[in-house]
């Protein structure tokens, strides 16, 4: 059983809902494997375990009703289940004895414990303990309703919990208040503004985890700051009342040339997670990308997807292939437009603000890590990835799917020449948004330096080239297109968005970067996007003088 589990842990078709059941605002109808249950509450408990320590119970967001323990399981409770008391529980807090509550289930996880990727320590530090707090904000609740029968053990006895356990943490109130003077999405008038504000509603842990970046940070940062080293020469006496910023992303129209790059764990900020941002993306009429480490489920994606939404599929290729075969499948099935290869990530990046964030510097040696030490979200959640990813996989991929290809996370112009040579169909120049290398070089660099050398890569219609990493302004979109990129990649501002208003959040980063787009090419004296032109901007080498 073992082995079934460890593979089923490592892929995330494990994110597909089992088949028999019925949430209150999904349906779900296709069959899964009974490997691929287990191997998802598996991966669950696993990935919850890193954020136990800050975050908060779910507050009620834009009318969605707080469920008490008792009435938010009342789905899941059986008359045939017995009720475990509460210490009860918590004497099973061993490694070889492991039981955790979730939405006032309990759970045996003992069997678990040898195959969790964030290490033994952290979730043997759970064993006996309610983790519900940890498990709610990433997952979907209909996930525990399939478990194999041995792993469910019964039913918390609510009247034996202490006070103690149903007391709102400072963080709880400290996000309940905050949410109730955070003013409409519609008065924010710029992306960073709504970053300043998701994070007086965010977890400690969620920001810590959106915001981080590799070692020192200096690339996070460069990839905004380079951007102000490109100036615009702007054309006038132009007629500008009627603009159009309609394009299309491997032949897939959009009204604006902007996707929302795949990122992971929306639901951490806010309760819909990534269904708002697909709901989101639908009403703008932009294309997404979903992450292979989407904390919602490929089922409820696709319950909330409109018909013929275009989705791309961003996917690391995991050390069991089979597990990526089955996933590029599933997707292709799904009708998704593209898969989107990340391969800037061999190894997580040294993101200390996410692993400060657990407050637990010190490893154990029961982990059998000793120095090691805590691990963040990022590599809590990426113990599967394939370190050894090579240009051959991309024959090895298109043996597999007919979807368009794109390479994510290239940052050079040889790369560029590479991926165009395995006859991908574009390329995103990224850096993972300063989350990997430090001092990896800015996004619209690379693209500078590929329209001067290879300006037939970035003018070819059948090789797109896209950059995402530091857009904050819709300047900085303009300044891309102007260089050749085909589109403009937004992750983290989506996030923020989502994790301040849920999906009205997402509507107002996007409306926010489409009205300062639209102002731009005004101002700029164009009135298409295949206007945009080289010439239209210069590069400075130097720094934009000091703003009053």
């Not at 949410?179 to 007086?200: G, Q, S, W």
């Not at 089922?299 to 075969?325: G, V, W």
């Not at 400060?356 to 120095?371: C, H, L, N, V, Y």
């Not at 619209?444 to 330096?449: A, F, K, T």
Request: proline content about 7%.
């Amino acid at each position: 059983m073992l082995g079934a589990l460890r593979n089923a842990m490592r892929t995330n078709i494990l994110r597909i809902a089992p088949r028999n059941i019925r949430p209150r605002h999904h349906t779900f109808s296709a069959p899964q494997p009974k490997d691929a249950r287990v191997g998802y509450f598996v991966a669950s408990c696993m990935v919850a375990s890193v954020f136990l320590w800050q975050a908060p119970s779910r507050p009620s967001i834009h009318n969605e009703p707080v469920l008490p323990l008792d009435e938010g399981t009342s789905t899941t409770r059986s008359p045939r289940l017995k009720l475990i008391p509460f210490d009860e529980v918590a004497r099973h807090n061993k490694r070889d004895d492991c039981w955790v509550i979730i939405h006032g289930e309990v759970y045996d996880v003992t069997k678990f414990i040898p195959i969790h990727p964030g290490g033994l320590y952290a979730i043997v530090k759970l064993a006996g303990k309610d983790v519900t707090k940890a498990f709610a904000p990433i997952h979907s609740l209909d996930v525990l309703l399939d478990l194999p029968p041995e792993a469910h053990v019964g039913s918390l006895d609510l009247t034996t919990a202490p006070a103690e356990a149903l007391q709102d943490s400072e963080e709880d109130v400290r996000i309940r208040e905050a949410r109730k003077v955070i003013p409409a999405p519609e008065a924010a008038l710029n992306l960073n503004e709504i970053e300043r504000l998701a994070t007086t509603v965010l977890t400690n842990v969620a920001y810590a985890y959106y915001a981080s970046a590799g070692d020192d940070e200096y690339t996070f940062h460069e990839n905004s700051d380079a951007y102000k080293r490109y100036w615009f020469r702007p054309r006038i006496m132009n007629k500008v009342s009627r603009i159009s910023t309609a394009s299309s992303m491997l032949g897939v129209p959009t009204s604006l040339p902007v996707f929302v790059s795949p990122a992971a764990l929306a639901r951490l900020g806010h309760p819909g997670g990534e269904v708002n941002i697909v709901q989101a993306a639908a009403k703008e009429g932009i294309i997404q990308g979903i992450s292979i480490n989407a904390s919602c489920s490929l089922d409820e994606i696709a319950a909330a997807r409109r018909p013929d939404q275009p989705l791309m599929f961003q996917i690391y290729l995991d050390r069991h292939r089979a597990n990526s075969e089955r996933l590029l499948k599933r997707v292709e099935k799904d009708g998704y437009n593209a898969i989107m290869l990340t391969v800037d990530s061999a190894v997580p990046g040294k993101r200390e603000r996410d692993q400060r964030a657990k407050g637990d510097f010190q490893a154990s040696a029961i982990s059998g890590a000793e120095g090691q030490g805590v691990l963040g979200v990022a590599q809590a959640i990426s113990g599967y990835q394939d370190p050894d990813i090579s240009w051959d996989d991309i024959a090895w991929i298109r043996s597999i799917t007919s979807l368009p290809l794109i390479i994510k996370g290239i940052q050079c112009v040889e790369d560029v020449e590479k991926a165009h040579q395995h006859g991908v169909e574009g390329v995103i120049i990224s850096n993972h948004g300063g989350r990997s290398l430090d001092f990896s070089p800015a996004p619209i660099d690379i693209l500078h330096e590929l329209n001067q050398r290879r300006p037939d890569l970035t003018h070819n219609p059948k090789f797109e080239v896209y950059v995402d990493g530091g857009v904050r302004r819709g300047t900085d979109v303009i300044k891309a297109l102007c260089l050749g990129a085909k589109g403009v990649g937004l992750g983290r501002p989506i996030l923020y968005g989502n994790g301040a208003w849920g999906e009205p959040g997402v509507r107002r980063v996007i409306q926010i970067i489409r009205e300062e787009v639209e102002t731009s090419m005004r101002l700029l004296g164009v009135t298409r996007i295949e206007d945009l032109k080289p010439e239209m901007v210069k590069y400075v080498d130097r720094d934009p003088g000091r703003r009053r």
